[in-house]
T-cell receptor
Framework: DTEVTQTPKHLVMGMTNKKSLKCEQH?????MYWYKQKAKKPPELMFV???????INESVPSRFSPECPNSSLLNLHLHALQPEDSALYLC????????????FGPGTRLTVL | AQTVTQSQPEMSVQEAETVTLSCTYD???????LFWYKQPPSRQMILVIR??????QNATENRFSVNFQKAAKSFSLKISDSQLGDTAMYFC???????????FGQGTTLQVKP
């Protein structure tokens, strides 16, 4: 299984809502990532988890809260988002931090009203 | 600071022809990887090809090959026999170092025309 899955595919939320994005991989990877991608732009790194511990937070606003419950799962909890947070949120995983290839999920298309 | 530059925002090529996408980078690391990722419209980002910096031989994957010029810090992607399914945004990336961070270029949108 060389797949990273993400749910939901699409999400529309109001600025006062609380929602969560979910990412799952069963490749035995120990590093997982959240990226934010705007249209026609490269992905921007948000968070990196290594062995279920947060290793990088790229100065992301606190309205985004990551969680890594186990080695296969990565969540991104959303609260009080702004319209400018509307984007494609990508999850990725790799065997380790220094290993080469990152495998990307299909993303969650988020719209904040 | 590490940087990746893709100087061609958009390119087009006729089906069955060959096209080359450019990428230059800057890093002070001695050991690193370079990648080309493909992101078709509204579809998943997938790895096209990767190159380990310490390997002098250029990587190839079927119709995709790279021209890796380490001294010039250049890493171009050649697509031979272009197919309609090659239409996508292509990102050059540098990394990951010890932190897992990938540094992406701004991307090149490639349109393959029938």
């Amino acid at each position: 299984d060389t797949e990273v899955t993400q749910t939901p595919k699409h999400l529309v939320m109001g600025m006062t809502n609380k929602k969560s994005l979910k990412c799952e991989q069963h490749m035995g990877h120990r590093a997982m990532y959240w990226y934010k991608q705007k249209a026609k732009k490269p992905p921007e790194l948000m968070f990196v988890y290594s062995y279920e511990k947060l290793s990088i937070n790229e100065s992301v606003p606190s309205r985004f809260s990551p969680e890594c419950p186990n080695s296969s799962l990565l969540n991104l909890h959303l609260h009080a988002l702004q319209p400018e947070d509307s984007a494609l949120y990508l999850c990725a995983s790799s065997q380790g931090l220094a290993t080469d290839q990152q495998f990307f999920g299909p993303g969650t298309r988020l719209t904040v009203l | 600071a590490q940087t990746v530059t893709q100087s061609q925002p958009e390119m087009s090529v006729q089906e069955a022809e060959t096209v080359t996408l450019s990428c230059t980078y800057d890093t002070s690391e001695s050991n690193y990887y370079l990648f080309w990722y493909k992101q078709p419209p509204s579809r998943q980002m997938i790895l096209v090809i990767r190159q380990e910096a310490y390997k002098q031989q250029n990587a190839t994957e079927n119709r995709f090959s790279v021209n890796f010029q380490k001294a010039a810090k250049s890493f171009s992607l050649k697509i031979s026999d272009s197919q309609l399914g090659d239409t996508a945004m292509y990102f050059c990336a540098l990394g990951p170092g010890n932190t897992g961070k990938l540094i992406f270029g701004q991307g090149t949108t490639l349109q393959v025309k029938p």
